[in-house]
C-alpha cells in the first residue's frame, strides 16, 4: 500500500501556547545592520507629494492635544452595520467603511441622497464637540474597485485585467476620474483601490483585479487609476471635491503566492519582489498615493501584516512613503499569536489604520491596544507615527477645509450617477478591451442577417460585471439591480433591429431556426477574493452551464451556421475545445454594465463596413494546456498559446485553423503530479513540520469570528507510543488540526484523484454529538465531513484504520492543490479518541465514508 503520511511515528508538538498567546516584536538596534544592507537593494522613491510644512505644524500641534483613547480610535476603521453615531462621538472612531457591499442602512436600494445622509450623520457624530475630545474629521473608505459597485444605478467599468487589454493609461485616468467623481457625490472620501498586484498564477481569484503579469503595464495604469482619483499631485486638483484618495493594494506580492492561493505565501527572494511586484508600488507612490494596504499573504514566514522590514523598514523607509499603511479586512489576525482584537504585532510592524469590521471586536481591540501601550508593548512613539500619518492624509483629503457631505456642491450632483457620458465612457472601455483569438472569415457580422444570440449569459448583467457588483461576490443578483444597464442581448438586439436585420435570443442551440450566424455567450459565474481560486484551468470541464455551451457550440458548428464564442472571464482558461468549435472567439473579459460595447465590435455597419476594429491585446499569457497556470512572459520554457500582446484585428493576415488538442491531460489533478514524480511519495511529519493544534480560529465561513474555547479540549502526546490522545469535554466546542510550521507544501503536489484521508484512530468513548473531519485550502475553504457514524461504528480500544474519500471535501471548497489543513477534526460534543498515521492512501478501509 502506497500512502502519504504525514503524522507518523515523530513526538507530537503542541502548539496551544502559540496560538493562545500575542507576543511583541523585538526590535533591538541589533537587525539595523543587516537591514540596512538589505535594503540597499530596494530603490528609492520620490513621493508626487511633497510634505507641506503648515501641514506637518497643524499634524503636530493637533497630535500633542489628543489623548492616548482618542489617538488609538483614530486607528480604528469599523464596518457601517457594527458602529452607531453615538459610538463615533464616544469613541471618536477614525474611518468606516462598507465592506462585503453593506449598503447604508442594509438598505440594497438606497439612493445616492440616502447615502450621502448617513456620511453627514457619521461626519456629524465625529464632530461633535465634546469636553476633553478633539473634533477629527471621519474617513469613509469603499471598494469602488471597477465603479461605485455598492451603489445602485453606478456605472461598472471592465475590471482592471480588461482595463490592461486595452493598454490605454489616458482611457484609465478618465475611468478612475469619473468613479471618484460618482463615489464623491455619495459622500464618501476614499476608495480602496487600484489593486496594483502583478497576478502570476492564473488559478488565483483576483486574477481580474490585475492589470497585467507585465510589471511595467500594471505601474503605468496604476499610476493612470491614482492621477485619475485624486487628481494631479500637488495641483489646486489633488483631492478636490470631485476626487477621493486612492489606495494601492496589496502591500506586497499578493499576486505571486504559491499555486495562485489567495492569501498563500508569496514566492521568491528579494529581488523577485522588486523586480515584479514593486514597480506599481513606485509608480503609486511617485503619483502621490495616499494609502498602501497591506496583503494577506505571506513572505519567507511571515504575514505581511506583521511583516516590519516590509512594512516600516521598505515602505515606510526607503520608499518614502509618508500616508496611511491600512489593514485588510480583518487580516491581523492571520498573524501567528495574534487574533482580531488583539495585535501589538501588527501595530509595531507598521500597521497604521485597523479594519476591525465587526462589535466588540473593535471595542476589544480599542482597549486591549490601550493596555498593551501602558504596559510598554507597544510604544507611544509607534502609536504618535500611526496617528500622525492618519491626520496628515486627512489634511491632505482637505477634511476640514470640506463643508460636511451633505452640504458638499459635489453631493447636489445626483445626476452623475450612471450618467450618460459616464456610460459612453464605460463604453468605449470595452471596445477597446475586447481581444479576437480566433476570426474564420465569421467577422464583423452583417447586422442585416438574421442572427440568433444564445446562453443566458447574453442576459445577465451580473455575469459580465463580475465579483465586486452590488455585493462582494455579486452572485444571484438580479438585472433589476443595475438600473440604466445594457446586457449583451440588448446591445446586439438593438444595434440589428436598427439596422434591419433579424435578431432571436434562445437559452438553447437546438431552439435556433434558420439563421445565418450565432452568437454564443457563457464563461465564468462571478466571484470575488477567494471564492474564485481555481484548482486547474480547465475549471469550466466542470461547471454544467459551460457544458452546456459547449454543446451548443458543436450543434450550431454540425449545422453548419456560422458561430462567434463570447467569453466572459475573469481570467484566461483553457478553452481549446470551445476553440476549436467555434468560427470566431472573443475574449470579452468581464465588461461591466456597458454590454452594448460587444455589438460596436462584433458587428459592421449596414453596409459591412467595420464601425471599430479589433484593439485589444492579451495582459496575459494565454493557456495551450490544462496545466499552463504559471507561462508568464520571460519564464524559461513557457510557452503560451496565445502570447501577452496578441490580438487579432479585422486587418490582421488570417491562418488557416489548426485544431487544438482536446486531451486534459489525465483531468484536473493530472497537473498536481508533475512530469516524472510518483503519484505517491512518502512524506512524513519529522521532513514538513506538520504538528498538531489546538484550533483558535474558526475554519468556518464566518471566517475567524468565532474564538474557540480552549477548555473544552484537551490534547497530548501518546504515553508509550506515537501520536496524539484528544479529550473533547462535552462543555462546548473544540477543534484540533494538523497545521505545518513552514511554507513547505511541496509534498501536496502528490496528491491524486482518486485517493482517501486516512488516519487511524482508537476510541475510547464514543461521539455523543457530531463529528466532523476537515480538509482546509485557506481559511474561508474549509469543508467539514461528518464521519460521526462511522467512529460510532468502531469497536472500543482497538487501533482500526479510517478512510474518507477525497471527493467529500473537494465537492464544495476545499482545493487539494492548496491545501493548507490537511486533517482537522471537530466537535461540540464529549469525545475520547487517540489518532495516529494520518495520511492519504489509494486503499480504502473497511470502515469508509464516501459522498456521493
Given at each position: 500500500?502506497?500512502?502519504?503520511?504525514?503524522?507518523?511515528?515523530?513526538?507530537?508538538?503542541?502548539?496551544?501556547?502559540?496560538?493562545?498567546?500575542?507576543?511583541?516584536?523585538?526590535?533591538?538596534?541589533?537587525?539595523?545592520?543587516?537591514?540596512?544592507?538589505?535594503?540597499?537593494?530596494?530603490?528609492?522613491?520620490?513621493?508626487?507629494?511633497?510634505?507641506?510644512?503648515?501641514?506637518?505644524?497643524?499634524?503636530?500641534?493637533?497630535?500633542?492635544?489628543?489623548?492616548?483613547?482618542?489617538?488609538?480610535?483614530?486607528?480604528?476603521?469599523?464596518?457601517?452595520?457594527?458602529?452607531?453615531?453615538?459610538?463615533?462621538?464616544?469613541?471618536?472612531?477614525?474611518?468606516?467603511?462598507?465592506?462585503?457591499?453593506?449598503?447604508?442602512?442594509?438598505?440594497?436600494?438606497?439612493?445616492?441622497?440616502?447615502?450621502?445622509?448617513?456620511?453627514?450623520?457619521?461626519?456629524?457624530?465625529?464632530?461633535?464637540?465634546?469636553?476633553?475630545?478633539?473634533?477629527?474629521?471621519?474617513?469613509?473608505?469603499?471598494?469602488?474597485?471597477?465603479?461605485?459597485?455598492?451603489?445602485?444605478?453606478?456605472?461598472?467599468?471592465?475590471?482592471?485585467?480588461?482595463?490592461?487589454?486595452?493598454?490605454?493609461?489616458?482611457?484609465?485616468?478618465?475611468?478612475?476620474?469619473?468613479?471618484?467623481?460618482?463615489?464623491?457625490?455619495?459622500?464618501?472620501?476614499?476608495?480602496?483601490?487600484?489593486?496594483?498586484?502583478?497576478?502570476?498564477?492564473?488559478?488565483?481569484?483576483?486574477?481580474?483585479?490585475?492589470?497585467?503579469?507585465?510589471?511595467?503595464?500594471?505601474?503605468?495604469?496604476?499610476?493612470?487609476?491614482?492621477?485619475?482619483?485624486?487628481?494631479?499631485?500637488?495641483?489646486?486638483?489633488?483631492?478636490?471635491?470631485?476626487?477621493?484618495?486612492?489606495?494601492?493594494?496589496?502591500f506586497i506580492g499578493d499576486g505571486g503566492t504559491a499555486l495562485g492561493d489567495d492569501q498563500g505565501h508569496t514566492l521568491g527572494d528579494e529581488a523577485e519582489l522588486i523586480k515584479t511586484h514593486l514597480p506599481g508600488y513606485i509608480s503609486a507612490i511617485e503619483?502621490?498615493?495616499?494609502?498602501?494596504?497591506?496583503?494577506?499573504?505571506?513572505?519567507?514566514?511571515?504575514?505581511?501584516?506583521?511583516?516590519?522590514?516590509?512594512?516600516?523598514?521598505?515602505?515606510?523607509?526607503?520608499?518614502?512613503?509618508?500616508?496611511?499603511?491600512?489593514?485588510?479586512?480583518?487580516?491581523?489576525?492571520?498573524?501567528?499569536?495574534?487574533?482580531?482584537?488583539?495585535?501589538?504585532?501588527?501595530?509595531?510592524?507598521?500597521?497604521?489604520?485597523?479594519?476591525?469590521?465587526?462589535?466588540?471586536?473593535?471595542?476589544?481591540?480599542?482597549?486591549?491596544?490601550?493596555?498593551?501601550?501602558?504596559?510598554?508593548?507597544?510604544?507611544?512613539?509607534?502609536?504618535?507615527?500611526?496617528?500622525?500619518?492618519?491626520?496628515?492624509?486627512?489634511?491632505?483629503?482637505?477634511?476640514?477645509?470640506?463643508?460636511?457631505?451633505?452640504?458638499?456642491?459635489?453631493?447636489?450632483?445626483?445626476?452623475?450617477?450612471?450618467?450618460?457620458?459616464?456610460?459612453?465612457?464605460?463604453?468605449?472601455?470595452?471596445?477597446?478591451?475586447?481581444?479576437?483569438?480566433?476570426?474564420?472569415?465569421?467577422?464583423?457580422?452583417?447586422?442585416?442577417?438574421?442572427?440568433?444570440?444564445?446562453?443566458?449569459?447574453?442576459?445577465?448583467?451580473?455575469?459580465?460585471?463580475?465579483?465586486?457588483?452590488?455585493?462582494?461576490?455579486?452572485?444571484?443578483?438580479?438585472?433589476?439591480?443595475?438600473?440604466?444597464?445594457?446586457?449583451?442581448?440588448?446591445?446586439?438586439?438593438?444595434?440589428?433591429?436598427?439596422?434591419?436585420?433579424?435578431?432571436?435570443?434562445?437559452?438553447?442551440?437546438?431552439?435556433?431556426?434558420?439563421?445565418?450566424?450565432?452568437?454564443?455567450?457563457?464563461?465564468?459565474?462571478?466571484?470575488?477574493?477567494?471564492?474564485?481560486?481555481?484548482?486547474?484551468?480547465?475549471?469550466?470541464?466542470?461547471?454544467?452551464?459551460?457544458?452546456?455551451?459547449?454543446?451548443?457550440?458543436?450543434?450550431?458548428?454540425?449545422?453548419?451556421?456560422?458561430?462567434?464564442?463570447?467569453?466572459?472571464?475573469?481570467?484566461?482558461?483553457?478553452?481549446?475545445?470551445?476553440?476549436?468549435?467555434?468560427?470566431?472567439?472573443?475574449?470579452?473579459?468581464?465588461?461591466?454594465?456597458?454590454?452594448?460595447?460587444?455589438?460596436?465590435?462584433?458587428?459592421?455597419?449596414?453596409?459591412?463596413?467595420?464601425?471599430?476594429?479589433?484593439?485589444?491585446?492579451?495582459?496575459?499569457?494565454?493557456?495551450?494546456?490544462?496545466?499552463?497556470?504559471?507561462?508568464?512572459?520571460?519564464?524559461?520554457?513557457?510557452?503560451?498559446?496565445?502570447?501577452?500582446?496578441?490580438?487579432?484585428?479585422?486587418?490582421?493576415?488570417?491562418?488557416?485553423?489548426?485544431?487544438?488538442?482536446?486531451?486534459?491531460?489525465?483531468?484536473?489533478?493530472?497537473?498536481?503530479?508533475?512530469?516524472?514524480?510518483?503519484?505517491?511519495?512518502?512524506?512524513?511529519?519529522?521532513?514538513?513540520?506538520?504538528?498538531?493544534?489546538?484550533?483558535?480560529?474558526?475554519?468556518?465561513?464566518?471566517?475567524?469570528?468565532?474564538?474557540?474555547?480552549?477548555?473544552?479540549?484537551?490534547?497530548?502526546?501518546?504515553?508509550?507510543?506515537?501520536?496524539?490522545?484528544?479529550?473533547?469535554?462535552?462543555?462546548?466546542?473544540?477543534?484540533?488540526?494538523?497545521?505545518?510550521?513552514?511554507?513547505?507544501?511541496?509534498?501536496?503536489?502528490?496528491?491524486?484523484?482518486?485517493?482517501?484521508?486516512?488516519?487511524?484512530?482508537?476510541?475510547?468513548?464514543?461521539?455523543?454529538?457530531?463529528?466532523?473531519?476537515?480538509?482546509?485550502?485557506?481559511?474561508?475553504?474549509?469543508?467539514?465531513?461528518?464521519?460521526?457514524?462511522?467512529?460510532?461504528?468502531?469497536?472500543?480500544?482497538?487501533?482500526?484504520?479510517?478512510?474518507?474519500?477525497?471527493?467529500?471535501?473537494?465537492?464544495?471548497?476545499?482545493?487539494?492543490?492548496?491545501?493548507?489543513?490537511?486533517?482537522?477534526?471537530?466537535?461540540?460534543?464529549?469525545?475520547?479518541?487517540?489518532?495516529?498515521?494520518?495520511?492519504?492512501?489509494?486503499?480504502?478501509?473497511?470502515?469508509?465514508?464516501?459522498?456521493?
Amino acid at each position: 500500500m502506497k500512502v502519504i503520511k504525514l503524522f507518523s511515528s515523530v513526538a507530537v508538538v503542541m502548539a496551544a501556547a502559540s496560538v493562545l498567546g500575542c507576543q511583541s516584536i523585538e526590535t533591538d538596534g541589533a537587525r539595523a545592520e543587516p537591514v540596512t544592507r538589505a535594503l540597499t537593494q530596494w530603490p528609492a522613491v520620490t513621493p508626487g507629494v511633497k510634505k507641506d510644512p503648515v501641514i506637518e505644524a497643524r499634524v503636530k500641534e493637533l497630535l500633542s492635544q489628543l489623548s492616548l483613547e482618542q489617538k488609538v480610535a483614530q486607528m480604528i476603521q469599523v464596518d457601517l452595520a457594527h458602529v452607531t453615531p453615538e459610538d463615533i462621538t464616544q469613541y471618536r472612531i477614525g474611518s468606516v467603511l462598507n465592506g462585503g457591499g453593506q449598503p447604508p442602512n442594509k438598505n440594497p436600494d438606497a439612493s445616492v441622497g440616502e447615502w450621502a445622509a448617513y456620511a453627514e450623520m457619521l461626519y456629524q457624530a465625529a464632530m461633535k464637540p465634546e469636553a476633553g475630545k478633539v473634533a477629527i474629521p471621519l474617513l469613509w473608505g469603499t471598494d469602488a474597485v471597477h465603479g461605485h459597485g455598492n451603489l445602485k444605478g453606478a456605472t461598472l467599468y471592465p475590471h482592471n485585467i480588461a482595463l490592461g487589454a486595452t493598454g490605454n493609461a489616458d482611457l484609465v485616468e478618465e475611468i478612475a476620474k469619473a468613479t471618484a467623481l460618482e463615489v464623491a457625490v455619495s459622500g464618501i472620501d476614499w476608495n480602496f483601490a487600484p489593486t496594483v498586484a502583478v497576478a502570476r498564477d492564473d488559478r488565483w481569484g483576483r486574477t481580474y483585479e490585475s492589470f497585467s503579469e507585465n510589471p511595467a503595464l500594471v505601474a503605468s495604469l496604476g499610476a493612470a487609476t491614482v492621477r485619475g482619483l485624486q487628481g494631479a499631485a500637488d495641483t489646486q486638483d489633488f483631492l478636490s471635491d470631485r476626487r477621493v484618495l486612492a489606495t494601492a493594494k496589496h502591500f506586497i506580492g499578493d499576486g505571486g503566492t504559491a499555486l495562485g492561493d489567495d492569501q498563500g505565501h508569496t514566492l521568491g527572494d528579494e529581488a523577485e519582489l522588486i523586480k515584479t511586484h514593486l514597480p506599481g508600488y513606485i509608480s503609486a507612490i511617485e503619483a502621490g498615493v495616499q494609502t498602501v494596504m497591506a496583503s494577506y499573504s505571506w513572505w519567507q514566514g511571515v504575514h505581511s501584516h506583521g511583516n516590519t522590514y516590509l512594512l516600516t523598514d521598505v515602505l515606510k523607509g526607503r520608499l518614502n512613503f509618508d500616508g496611511i499603511v491600512v489593514s485588510d479586512w480583518q487580516g491581523m489576525a492571520h498573524i501567528e499569536g495574534c487574533r482580531i482584537d488583539n495585535c501589538p504585532q501588527a501595530v509595531n510592524a507598521g500597521i497604521d489604520l485597523f479594519m476591525i469590521p465587526y462589535a466588540p471586536d473593535w471595542q476589544a481591540f480599542y482597549a486591549n491596544t490601550l493596555a498593551q501601550v501602558r504596559a510598554g508593548d507597544i510604544t507611544q512613539a509607534r502609536i504618535d507615527d500611526a496617528v500622525a500619518r492618519i491626520l496628515r492624509v486627512k489634511m491632505r483629503a482637505r477634511l476640514w477645509q470640506k463643508a460636511s457631505p451633505k452640504q458638499r456642491q459635489v453631493t447636489a450632483m445626483s445626476e452623475v450617477i450612471g450618467d450618460s457620458k459616464h456610460r459612453a465612457l464605460a463604453r468605449q472601455a470595452v471596445r477597446e478591451s475586447l481581444v479576437l483569438l480566433k476570426n474564420n472569415h465569421v467577422l464583423p457580422l452583417n447586422p442585416t442577417q438574421r442572427i440568433a444570440v444564445v446562453g443566458k449569459a447574453a442576459k445577465s448583467i451580473a455575469t459580465q460585471a463580475g465579483g465586486w457588483s452590488v455585493t462582494w461576490q455579486a452572485t444571484d443578483i438580479p438585472n433589476a439591480m443595475f438600473p440604466g444597464a445594457s446586457h449583451i442581448y440588448q446591445g446586439l438586439q438593438s444595434a440589428i433591429q436598427a439596422a434591419g436585420g433579424r435578431v432571436s435570443y434562445s437559452d438553447s442551440a437546438q431552439a435556433v431556426g434558420d439563421v445565418d450566424a450565432a452568437i454564443v455567450v457563457f464563461g465564468e459565474r462571478p466571484y470575488a477574493e477567494m471564492y474564485g481560486d481555481i484548482q486547474n484551468l480547465d475549471t469550466l470541464e466542470f461547471q454544467q452551464h459551460n457544458k452546456i455551451a459547449l454543446q451548443q457550440l458543436k450543434v450550431l458548428k454540425a449545422r453548419g451556421i456560422p458561430t462567434v464564442a463570447v467569453f466572459l472571464s475573469g481570467r484566461p482558461l483553457w478553452v481549446n475545445k470551445e476553440l476549436n468549435a467555434a468560427d470566431a472567439f472573443v475574449a470579452a473579459w468581464l465588461p461591466g454594465t456597458e454590454g452594448q460595447g460587444i455589438a460596436d465590435v462584433l458587428l459592421s455597419d449596414k453596409h459591412g463596413k467595420v464601425q471599430y476594429n479589433f484593439t485589444g491585446k492579451l495582459p496575459f499569457s494565454w493557456p495551450a494546456g490544462v496545466c499552463d497556470a504559471v507561462i508568464n512572459q520571460g519564464e524559461a520554457g513557457a510557452k503560451p498559446l496565445y502570447a501577452v500582446g496578441f490580438g487579432l484585428g479585422y486587418d490582421s493576415h488570417i491562418k488557416p485553423w489548426r485544431p487544438l488538442p482536446e486531451s486534459t491531460q489525465a483531468g484536473s489533478y493530472g497537473c498536481l503530479m508533475g512530469a516524472n514524480r510518483p503519484a505517491y511519495q512518502a512524506a512524513n511529519l519529522a521532513s514538513h513540520d506538520w504538528f498538531f493544534a489546538l484550533e483558535k480560529k474558526s475554519l468556518s465561513r464566518k471566517v475567524i469570528d468565532a474564538p474557540v474555547a480552549m477548555e473544552n479540549i484537551k490534547a497530548q502526546p501518546l504515553n508509550g507510543e506515537a501520536g496524539v490522545a484528544l479529550q473533547w469535554s462535552g462543555k462546548g466546542f473544540g477543534r484540533v488540526v494538523l497545521r505545518n510550521g513552514r511554507p513547505d507544501n511541496d509534498f501536496l503536489l502528490q496528491y491524486a484523484y482518486g485517493a482517501a484521508l486516512e488516519l487511524t484512530v482508537r476510541i475510547k468513548q464514543a461521539p455523543n454529538l457530531p463529528v466532523n473531519a476537515i480538509i482546509a485550502s485557506g481559511h474561508l475553504a474549509a469543508t467539514p465531513v461528518d464521519i460521526t457514524q462511522a467512529l460510532a461504528a468502531l469497536p472500543h480500544n482497538q487501533w482500526q484504520r479510517l478512510t474518507v474519500d477525497l471527493n467529500c471535501f473537494t465537492r464544495e471548497r476545499a482545493d487539494m492543490s492548496k491545501v493548507d489543513i490537511p486533517f482537522g477534526l471537530d466537535t461540540e460534543g464529549a469525545l475520547d479518541i487517540d489518532i495516529k498515521d494520518v495520511g492519504f492512501s489509494l486503499s480504502r478501509a473497511k470502515q469508509h465514508i464516501t459522498c456521493d
